[in-house]
């Protein structure tokens, strides 16, 4: 095993200088409001701690150091107390330059440094030219940096290369920066925790931060936090940055139970504000402890304090030192589980990343209840009452505790009122979360992206993130295959998001909080190709034609549980590519899709009502949305629909769209008690189909033709009609008509009492639906057999048939509606009123859900009778 060659004495000053400047930037990483510019301060400070912790060469290993260390400090004077938006692009560009070298110079260095993670060493002889390489790439950034930014530093002595003059100098002027970067810290965690300063502080971190002031509908959970606490159980708070990990975890430790419990034996280690290696974490330990042992190298000197007395230790923000791919991750996760198994220590975690050691208890924090999100907004501004518009504010940013918090206190620095609150939210979104001092959701969310297990995923990892935010239900695990072909490992990336509490698994699919979503998701979708791509495979679906007993037509059920996605990039695209084919076909396909397997109403009408009248799918896609009202039962619409559609189609000349059109406004009619109308419809668009030879259309038309006359009373033309339509019809291939047709005639001979003729064509009816498993037909003939049973007063019959339709109404709950709605009226032709009064409110709750007009006033007219 090659072993640490001897180190001139100078080199436990240069590390010592390290160790300061380590801190210090990850410090600066804390308070700097520019994104970029606080990635690059904590790159540093990761390539800095590989330095001091792995490199050999002494010469070579100070100059990388020194340039890294010019770089900080000068971005440091250029963008202390500016915004962002403050810096002109050209500083902006070289900042993000910046950010891509050192990342990449960190990439470089963790591989070398694991290529020899046996002795810890770089061999100087190998490696001197790939640090020459580094310090070149470093020195180009900074020569960036002075022109753009007009600044220069005296950070170094340069021009020399000797080590305790390098080192004293550096050490002067870090301890300035460090010092100047501490107090602003200081002040700022003052102003966001929103309370006085502790009556003690200790630079070592002894003291107990405060509790904070409220901890909304968080009671339950601290009491079994507590309970846990009292128990010496190892737990862990797992969940999204700004949920309320910290104030759950101050709040346990500040409760009654605790302190008498514990004592003053209560620690509190704030884990992001030291660099990740093991050496920090024990020292660090040892400090807030008390336990006064210098730089232990394990946790064996600490063990007789440790063990000496029951403890409650919390790891705050353990995600910086628990991370799977971070510096030491493997022995400080090995020595968090040591400590979890100290007979006399409860230890407890709060952490964004889920790979906490095993035996952990973890509670689940949810989203706050309405109630509590409510508290915590009106506990910070108040300004004369609550309202909905505040109500509808914490909806949308599903209820997360630091969203609210930041709504609120932008609000009250403002001095909003709730209705500019929520025009400024419509307006800006995730930039309204941006408080004066500089606390934002942006922040958070930016440092779970720069965590070293993000960073490790690859270059599609942001993209990927950004499509789960795009899409409103995030994405269906089981689909992973279909949307990313080409991306490798892409199961083991959307694993890592979860670990990672960027997106959380709810039934099959990966989602995100709201406030997240609004953060990742891309600004112009058009610009973002994986998104783009993700959209043709959803458009590629619903192109599909969709016809019961056509192929494609059970597999097309996915829009079943994909239908909000589905409808999102439809309602997004239809505005973007206004005039494209592909989107408008995938527009009519997904009506389709619906009509046949979810039927429910769409915000895609006005999209479509506002096309030019010659816009080539204009026609098409009425007809679509016509369809979609009659399955709704809302007739009167598909009619207004249906009238804008046959105008269209007769300015275009177009005989089989009139025709077509005709056969669905007679449907309509037909609904809405206007038989003779609809019967005149029927008839012009059957002799269009005659002049055309369209038999299997013709027998359509005389199927309707049977269904109206039957309505009309004119039973022995409905029946004249329903057996016309059975002779043109073959005895393949138009099984789906032959169905209707002989479902029509059952209707028409029971209505005629002759029962026994009805029985044998609905059962050839069910005969066909069974063969074919067409679950829709299978409802409406089960529904038609309890129809004719209870005019027969049948109702045991009758009940067995309506329980069997329910039966088919699978995901659809219009027709779930339907069948509860009948097995009330046969409930009530038994006068068994309160069976009936239960299952007519409950059709009517669906029918009130899903908007259906038509079906809630018929359901209410039942209730009227039943009561």
């Given amino acids: 095993m090659a ?202 971190g002894e003291s107990l931060p405060r509790p904070p002031r409220a901890c909304f509908g968080r009671d339950e959970l601290i009491e079994k936090v507590v309970g846990l606490a009292e128990s010496l159980e190892p737990f862990a708070l797992i969940g999204a940055g700004g949920i309320g990990k910290t104030s759950i975890a101050l709040k346990v430790l500040h409760h009654d139970r605790i302190k008498k419990r514990f004592g003053d034996n209560r620690r509190f280690i704030r884990c992001d504000k030291f660099p990740a290696s093991l050496p920090h974490f024990l020292n660090r330990l040892s400090k807030v402890v008390g336990a006064g042992i210098d730089n232990p190298e394990d946790l064996t000197p600490l ?55 095993p035996h952990f208890k973890r509670p689940i924090i949810s989203t706050l209840s309405p109630e509590a999100a409510c508290d915590i907004f009106y506990s910070i501004y108040d300004n004369g009452g609550r309202s909905e518009v505040i109500s509808d504010l914490i909806r949308q940013l599903d209820f997360h505790a630091l969203s609210i918090t930041l709504l609120a206190t932008t609000a009250s620095h403002n001095t909003w009122d709730h209705a500019r609150l929520a025009k400024e939210w419509n307006i800006q979104r995730a930039q309204v979360l941006q408080t004066d001092f500089n606390e934002s959701l942006a922040a958070t969310i930016e440092l779970s992206l720069t965590s070293p297990t993000f960073r490790n995923l690859g270059p599609h990892a942001r993209d990927l993130l950004g499509v789960v935010a795009f899409l409103p239900q995030g994405i269906d695990e089981n689909k992973l295959d ?38 990742l998701r891309p600004q112009d979708p058009k610009l973002s190709p994986l998104l783009c791509t993700t959209k043709d495979h959803y458009f590629t679906r619903l192109s599909v034609f969709v016809y019961p007993g056509e192929p494609g037509f059970e597999e097309a059920r ?58 080539h799918s204009k026609l098409g896609c009425l007809i679509q949305l016509s369809r979609l009202s009659y399955i709704l039962g809302n007739f009167s619409e598909q009619k207004r629909l249906l009238s804008q559609a046959l105008k269209l189609a007769r300015e275009q000349e177009n005989d089989s769209q009139v025709a077509h059109t005709l056969d669905l406004l007679s449907d309509a009619n037909q609904a ?53 339509a059975i002779d043109i019809l073959p005895e393949k291939g138009q099984e789906f008509r032959v169905c209707q047709t002989h479902r029509s005639l059952g209707r028409i001979y029971g209505d005629k009492r002759e029962k026994e003729k009805a029985i044998d064509h609905f059962e050839k009816a069910l005969g066909i639906t069974s063969a074919f498993g067409w679950q829709t037909e299978l409802f409406w003939n089960h529904y038609s057999l309890a129809g004719l049973f209870c005019n027969e007063d049948e109702f045991n019959k009758a009940h067995s048939h309506i329980d069997q339709a329910k039966s088919h109404t699978a995901d659809d709950t219009l027709y779930l509606g339907r069948a509860m709605e009948y097995k009330a009226y046969i409930f009530y ?20 859900k899903l908007g259906a007009s038509t079906d809630t006033v018929r359901c209410k007219v039942l209730l009227q009778w039943i009561e």
């Fill in 482 to 519: 279909w949307l990313f072909p080409t991306i490798p490992d892409r199961q083991n990336i959307f694993d890592k998001f979860c670990v990672l509490s960027l997106t959380s698994r709810s039934s099959s699919f990966i989602t995100m909080l709201a406030p997240i979503r609004d953060h």
């Fill in 829 to 848: 032709r038994q006068r068994r009123l309160e069976d009936a009064l239960f299952e007519a409110s409950g059709a009517l709750e669906i029918f009130e």
């Fill in 303 to 357: 063990e007789p304090f440790l063990s000496s007395k029951d403890m409650i230790l919390f790891l705050d923000n353990a995600e910086s030192i628990l991370d799977p791919q971070g510096t030491d991750a493997r022995k400080i996760y090995e020595t968090v589980q040591e400590l979890s198994r100290f007979s006399n220590i409860c230890l407890g975690i709060t952490s964004r990343v889920t790979t906490v050691p």
């Fill in 3 to 204: 072993t640490d060659p001897t180190k001139p004495k100078e080199w436990d000053g240069v590390v010592s200088t390290l160790y300061i400047f380590i801190d210090a930037f990850n410090l600066a990483k804390e308070i700097s409001s520019v994104t970029p510019a606080r990635a690059v301060f904590g790159t540093v400070a990761v390539i800095l701690t590989m330095i001091q912790e792995s490199f050999a060469n002494r010469q070579d290993c100070i100059e990388l150091g020194q340039t890294c260390v010019e770089i900080c400090c000068v971005l440091d004077r250029g963008t202390k107390g500016k915004e962002a938006e403050h810096l002109n692009q050209l500083v902006r560009d070289a900042i993000n330059r910046a950010q891509t070298t050192v990342a990449e110079i960190e990439w470089n260095v963790k591989k070398q440094s694991k290529r020899n993670l046996a002795s810890r060493l770089f061999h100087a002889k190998n490696d001197k030219d790939k640090i020459a390489g580094w310090v070149s790439d470093l020195n180009k950034i900074l020569q960036i940096f002075r022109t753009e930014l007009a600044i220069d530093t005296n950070v170094t002595a340069s021009g020399t290369h000797k080590i305790v003059s390098d080192t004293q100098n550096v050490v002067s002027k870090s301890h300035n920066l460090l010092s100047d970067i501490h107090q602003t810290m200081v002040k700022q965690q003052e102003v966001s925790d929103g309370q006085d300063p502790p009556a003690h502080t200790s630079v070592r």
């Fill in 672 to 724: 809405l008690g206007l038989h003779n109308e609809g019967i005149e419809q029927t008839k012009e668009a059957l002799a269009i189909y005659e002049q055309s030879g369209n038999t299997n259309q013709q027998a359509s038309c005389w199927n309707d033709l049977a269904f109206l006359f039957r309505l009309e009373g004119q039973l022995d033309e409905a029946e004249k009609a329903g057996l016309h």
């Fill in 558 to 615: 996915w829009v079943v549980s994909e239908d909000v996605n589905a409808e999102h990039l439809l309602e997004v695209f239809t505005s973007t590519d206004m005039n494209s084919d592909v989107v408008w076909d995938a527009f009519i396909g997904f009506i389709n899709h619906l009509y046949w397997h979810k039927c429910r109403h769409t915000v895609l009408g006005p999209k479509v009502e506002g096309l030019a009248d010659d816009h």
